[in-house]
């Protein structure tokens, strides 16, 4: 039972928060972000999937009306198709009004609703574009100690931490990775915004360390 009470709770959640994000992308206020921070999107692996279904699901509500001689039958079947075209037009927004951030605190790597890891600066010892294909197994994969959290199969950015790290990932089941591997529209943007917050390490530093 708790269990279920549990997945009602990020069901209701989830939604409220869907809305929330659509009224935030139709009015254009962006969730606020810390002073300093630049906003990097990363909707562009997915964008012309997520257009194809929500003109799919614009096209099959007048088709089921015309189809359907039920007037019940029909009824629910175009709130259902309302209702599903709105979620579709939530989850873009959620998309974009969640993007990854690049700030005084660390680096947050985000996707939609359902990932926020946020990463502090004195955990990353180099951040590079390097853009890969992922193999079969899903958005999110952990395998070497190397968390891949992808968009439409693919990443663009590889992030080296300090040391391995368990972070707030369901599927990585607390195992800890040692590099994260994420997407983003604008890889060389990122990668060059987030360089100017990294900790430079002076060569006396260096030494000392490696004493």
């Given at each position: 039972?708790?269990k279920?009470?549990?997945?009602?709770?990020?069901?209701?959640?989830?939604?409220?928060?869907?809305?929330?994000?659509l009224?935030?992308?139709?009015l254009?206020r962006?969730v606020?972000v810390?002073?300093?921070?630049?906003?990097?999107?990363?909707?562009?692996a997915?964008?012309m999937?997520?257009i194809?279904f929500?003109?799919?699901s614009?096209?099959?509500?007048p088709?089921?009306?015309?189809m359907?001689?039920?007037?019940p039958?029909?009824?629910v079947?175009?709130f259902a198709?309302?209702y599903g075209?709105i979620?579709?037009?939530?989850?873009?927004?959620?998309?974009?009004?969640?993007?990854h951030?690049?700030?005084?605190?660390g680096?947050?790597i985000r996707?939609?609703?359902?990932?926020?890891?946020a990463?502090?600066?004195?955990?990353?010892a180099?951040?590079?574009?390097r853009?890969r294909?992922?193999?079969?197994?899903?958005?999110t994969?952990?395998?070497?100690?190397?968390l891949?959290?992808?968009m439409a199969s693919?990443?663009?950015?590889?992030?080296r931490?300090?040391?391995?790290?368990?972070?707030?990932?369901?599927?990585?089941?607390g195992?800890?990775?040692?590099?994260?591997?994420?997407?983003?529209?604008?890889?060389?943007?990122?990668?060059?915004a987030?360089r100017?917050?990294?900790p430079?390490?002076?060569?006396s530093?260096?030494?000392t360390?490696?004493?």
């Amino acid at each position: 039972m708790t269990k279920v009470w549990a997945l009602a709770r990020f069901v209701v959640v989830y939604e409220l928060r869907l809305w929330a994000a659509l009224f935030r992308w139709i009015l254009r206020r962006p969730v606020p972000v810390e002073p300093g921070a630049t906003r990097f999107g990363y909707i562009g692996a997915v964008r012309m999937i997520l257009i194809a279904f929500i003109v799919v699901s614009a096209i099959e509500i007048p088709i089921l009306e015309l189809m359907i001689p039920w007037e019940p039958v029909a009824n629910v079947l175009l709130f259902a198709g309302v209702y599903g075209l709105i979620w579709m037009f939530g989850l873009y927004a959620s998309i974009v009004v969640h993007p990854h951030l690049v700030g005084p605190s660390g680096l947050r790597i985000r996707n939609s609703l359902t990932l926020d890891v946020a990463i502090g600066w004195d955990r990353i010892a180099a951040i590079e574009v390097r853009r890969r294909s992922m193999p079969p197994g899903g958005q999110t994969q952990l395998e070497d100690g190397v968390l891949a959290l992808g968009m439409a199969s693919q990443t663009s950015i590889d992030v080296r931490l300090t040391e391995p790290l368990v972070l707030p990932v369901r599927k990585a089941k607390g195992q800890p990775a040692g590099t994260v591997r994420f997407h983003a529209d604008d890889p060389e943007g990122l990668v060059e915004a987030a360089r100017e917050f990294l900790p430079v390490v002076t060569e006396s530093q260096a030494a000392t360390k490696n004493r």
